[in-house]
């Protein structure tokens, strides 16, 4: 499934500038992210509490809600952050795509499985082809232990600045050796 496009543009279509420069604080922010077609959900703690925010934006004009008191009268810094989140981050949006490896046609589907697939997995496919974390160490000049720190982080969330430039390495070396 092909993700659907959303733009600034149409953000900004909806909302003011200064609407759109309070969503950058809560740019990323979301929890428990879902797309379904051209409707996006997500959780953000706000100043009153969680807010439950939702846009369809096949619509025009984009259909929004939200919880907090703002949404009521106009399109709130939530929205724009949601879409905004989308727009920049659409891999934390859990969805049915699947990209296999073999199957990658584009950079957009290359950046995409970069985001979604697991440290770990990729340092497991490598071991299944008998190139062991100490060659992959070796050969990006990075430690096992930083490697190790990696895999944690990964798993838990967290980004680190090396993290999509080593599964790159792994990817390299499966479709090489594999």
């Not at 953000?11 to 740019?27: F, G, H």
């Not at 050969?139 to 680190?160: A, C, F, N, R, W």
Request: glycine content about 6%; overall charge neutral.
């Amino acid at each position: 499934m092909q993700l659907l496009k959303l733009t600034e543009e149409q953000l900004k279509n909806i909302s003011s500038s200064i609407c759109l420069q309070r969503a950058e604080n809560y740019v990323g922010k979301f929890q428990n992210c879902s797309v379904d077609g051209s409707v996006l959900k997500g959780t953000i703690r706000g100043n009153h509490g969680d807010y439950h925010v939702k846009l369809e934006f096949d619509k025009d004009p984009i259909l929004y809600g939200c919880g907090c008191e703002n949404s009521k009268d106009h399109f709130c810094k939530h929205c724009a952050a949601l879409g905004l989140t989308y727009i920049y981050t659409p891999w934390v949006f859990a969805s049915d795509r699947k990209v296999d490896r073999k199957s990658m046609k584009s950079m957009e589907d290359m950046k995409y499985y970069i985001k979604v697939t697991p440290l770990k997995d990729l340092l497991d496919d490598l071991k299944n082809i008998d190139i062991s974390i100490s060659a992959l160490a070796e050969l990006t000049g990075i430690t096992m232990q930083q490697i190790s720190v990696m895999v944690k982080e990964d798993t838990t969330g967290k980004h680190h600045a090396l993290t999509d430039p080593l599964k790159m390495s792994c990817l390299y070396l499966l479709e090489k050796y594999a």
